[in-house]
């Protein structure tokens, strides 16, 4: 609060007005105006959500005290009824800042008239400014009328503590030169008529001041020229410079051009202390939309009017990985791209979170925790907190199908091994009606050098049984359903090479040798089964080469981005391999957020997903390389293998919407065909389109799909394990 004394002074005493530019001779008080605020809490928030909090307001320093002054709230006096009106677009400003206590006047200030002084001729009076006053010249003089000369009375008006209660004659405002003087004397409370009230006084100074335009607001009380006994107030204001350009200094991510479009300040104004402070909040939350940390430190503005803001720009200090148990630290380090000493990047850490998660060793997302660190100011300590889920596998079942009679299976695997992240399983089953066993062995290791290169090998001796076949009889208009059996033995080996650090793009490469046997179990139908060119077996030894495109934000789970993947595969006379043919296929996915989430943590309430394939074959194609569609994978809504051909295209279309963050609720659509070849069941190239809807649930083993779609055969349910696309 202030602390008005209020003297009657001779002309001459009058002091020098304060200038809002500090003198050169003094070179501590280079600045009219000193923004800070520090990093910390203040700026990010609660440490735990990745996402920046909003700063609070920095503090500003008096150019002329060196003081700092909070940034408070203060409450505005009520305008004069008749004087109600808006200050003009221009000059609107939210009340401001209280500047807090006046230092108490000095010992050779003793008012005249008070105890143990000899009484001067009455005169101008002024109070203690809200800012100290100095000795030098001032830089922005106030312009203006010159304040009357004092005169002698009868009696003499008494001192400051005698001035309160009188009546006030006239109240006006000096030293302005852009801002009009009414839109001033709208803030202030002291009124024509009204008594002489000190605490008014100081509420009106901090109005004025409150405006933002000004250097300097002082007061002054003088004795009426017409009834001494009376007096008039006079505000004395100090106008900042007019706006001459910007400046921006120490940033070096976010270009000047880009700063300088969300300033409200423009050039060619007063420059306004409101509207700087919130051109710092905008140029900071400018920063945090990109991903940065960053502070305005510092806002200047030179003898020429131009404004230079200047920016800290945070550092990461420190990665600390919390919650690992079984997971080796280094692994999840070479997932991570940001170092100590970058600049905070929050964009780039989230594609980190997002590398940690996609190796499916963790329950969820990882999340940030972001700290100051105390011993280097200006820098951040990360914390990337995990929680590790169960990666071991054992699973003992028992099946029963019309076809296979009983069967038993028994399955064991690690997908984390020993911490390292390689991956290792087998299966055994066995029964149905042959009482065949078949097996599955396989080892992969995704994490090869410096740039995750990663390779699998699998071995097996497999048996599929496919859904009846609707075979085209050489007799005109008849048909057989055929039940088959496909067995497979052999072995494949995949690798992958990322091109790039990011794991964005990367080349495939595989070879299989298999042989395989596709062949007729059982018939259905009015025509008696009849052994049909279509049971066909083979060995394939077939080498491929791939390129691949991954953009999405998480593998696992994407919401965002996209991927593309173009292989081509070759059957050769080579190592024993007998069948001739070629598969080019592709597989183009997209995602669309379309109610964004600001965090991986906090993911996409509602996601628009897309996939198109594509498969062309050249040459003889086997049946048992040949495209099959229906099913949970391809075209839902019909049965598994509804056509089957040497070529392929189908597209799914899916809204994701996201009910809590492990359950999903899915509406989609689906449409495709297999067609050509010998031996393809869809002549005439009739398509297949189906509707429906399903859930997604997250669980430790994957995520789980149940779906529900209607295509023109009626209804179907699919269940199954892992995600659609």
């Keep these: 609060m202030h602390r008005t004394q209020t003297r009657f002074i001779q002309e001459t005493e009058r002091p020098a007005q304060p200038s809002f530019l500090c003198s050169p001779a003094n070179p501590a008080r280079n600045a009219p105006f000193f923004l800070t605020a520090a990093l910390g809490a203040s700026l990010l928030g609660t440490c735990a959500r990745p996402v920046l909090a909003k700063s609070h307001r920095p503090k500003t320093t008096d150019a002329l005290s060196g003081a700092r002054i909070a940034q408070a709230q203060t409450n505005k006096p009520a305008a004069d009824p008749d004087k109600r009106g808006d200050i003009p677009p221009a000059l609107t400003v939210p009340v401001g800042p209280d500047k807090g206590n006046s230092p108490a006047p000095s010992p050779g200030n003793t008012p005249p008239g008070a105890p143990g002084t000899t009484p001067t001729t009455p005169g101008p009076t002024t109070t203690t400014p809200t800012t100290p006053t100095t000795a030098t010249t001032p830089t922005a003089p106030v312009t203006g009328p010159t304040l009357p000369p004092s005169t002698t009375t009868e009696q003499p008006v008494p001192g400051s503590v005698e001035a309160e209660g009188r009546e006030v004659v006239n109240v006006k405002v000096v030293g302005n030169r852009v801002v009009p003087a009414d839109s001033i004397l709208l803030k202030v409370g002291t009124r024509r008529g009204a008594a002489y009230s ?30 001494p006994n009376k007096v008039d107030v006079t505000f004395i204001v100090v106008e900042n410079r007019v706006i001459t350009g910007f400046k921006f200094t120490g940033s070096s991510l976010v270009p000047a051009e880009d700063i300088a479009k969300v300033l409200q300040s423009k050039t060619g104004t007063v420059l306004n202390h409101n509207t700087i402070n919130s051109d710092v909040t905008k140029i900071q939350d400018l920063f945090r939309s990109k991903g940065y940390a960053a502070l305005v430190t510092d806002v200047h503005q030179a003898d020429d009017g131009a404004v230079t803001f200047t920016i800290q720009e945070a550092k990461v200090s420190s990665i600390v990985l919390s919650g690992l148990r079984k997971t080796k630290e280094s692994l999840v380090r070479r997932q991570i791209r940001s170092k100590p000493g970058d600049i905070f990047n929050q964009v780039k850490l989230r594609q980190d979170l997002s590398r940690i998660y996609d190796l499916g060793f963790f329950d969820e997302p990882p999340t940030l925790k972001v700290d100051d660190d105390p011993k280097n100011p200006g820098t951040l300590i990360v914390t990337m907190v995990m929680k590790e889920k169960r990666t ?4 003992v079942g028992v099946g029963f199908d019309n076809r296979s009679k009983v069967t038993g299976f028994v399955t064991v695997g690690e997908n984390n091994l020993g911490g390292s992240g ?29 740039k995750n290169a990663g390779y699998d090998v699998s071995i097996f001796d497999r048996r599929i049984f496919r859904e009846p076949r609707s075979v085209r009889l050489f007799v005109p208009g008849a048909t057989e359903k055929f039940f088959y059996e496909e067995q497979r033995k052999g072995g494949r080996l995949n690798y992958n090479m990322p091109l790039d650090l990011d794991q964005k793009k990367a080349l495939l490469f595989g070879f299989r040798d298999e042989t395989a046997r596709l062949f007729q179990t059982s018939g259905v139908g009015v025509i008696t089964p009849v052994n049909l060119p279509i049971n066909a077996s083979g060995r394939v030894a077939a080498p491929s080469i791939g390129f691949l495109r991954d953009v999405r934000d998480s593998r696992i789970d994407p919401s965002v981005g996209s991927r593309q993947q173009i292989t081509l595969e ?144 009626g209804v179907r349910t699919h269940f199954a394990i892992g995600p659609t696309f």
């Design 570 to 713: 070759k059957g050769l006379r080579f190592l024993g391999g007998n069948t001739i043919f070629t598969k080019v296929d592709l597989d183009l996915r997209h995602y669309l957020p379309l109610m964004r989430g600001a965090t991986l943590a906090d993911p996409p309430k509602l996601v628009a997903a897309g996939r198109l394939v594509v498969g062309k074959s050249f040459g003889q194609l086997p049946p048992f390389e040949q495209y099959f569609i229906g099913g949970s994978d391809t075209v839902r809504g019909y049965d598994i293998d509804e056509q089957f051909g040497d070529n392929q295209v189908f597209g799914n279309f899916e809204l994701r919407y996201r009910v809590q963050k492990k359950l999903q609720i899915v509406g989609f659509t689906d449409a495709g065909t297999a067609y050509g070849g010998r031996f393809s069941s869809n002549v005439g190239s009739k398509g297949l389109f189906s509707v429906g809807a399903g859930l997604r649930l997250q669980t430790p083993i994957g995520p789980i799909r149940l779906d529900v779609g209607k295509g023109s055969r």
């Design 198 to 227: 000190p605490n008014q006084i100081r509420l009106d100074i901090n109005a004025i001041d409150a405006l933002g335009f000004f250097a300097s607001v002082q007061h002054q009380v003088t004795p009426n020229l017409e009834d």
């Design 422 to 450: 390689k991956r290792v399983s087998a299966s055994v089953e066995g029964g149905g009606t042959g009482g065949e066993r078949t097996f599955d062995l396989d080892f992969s290791d995704p994490f090869i050098g410096q």
């Design 392 to 395: 071991g596998q054992f699973s």
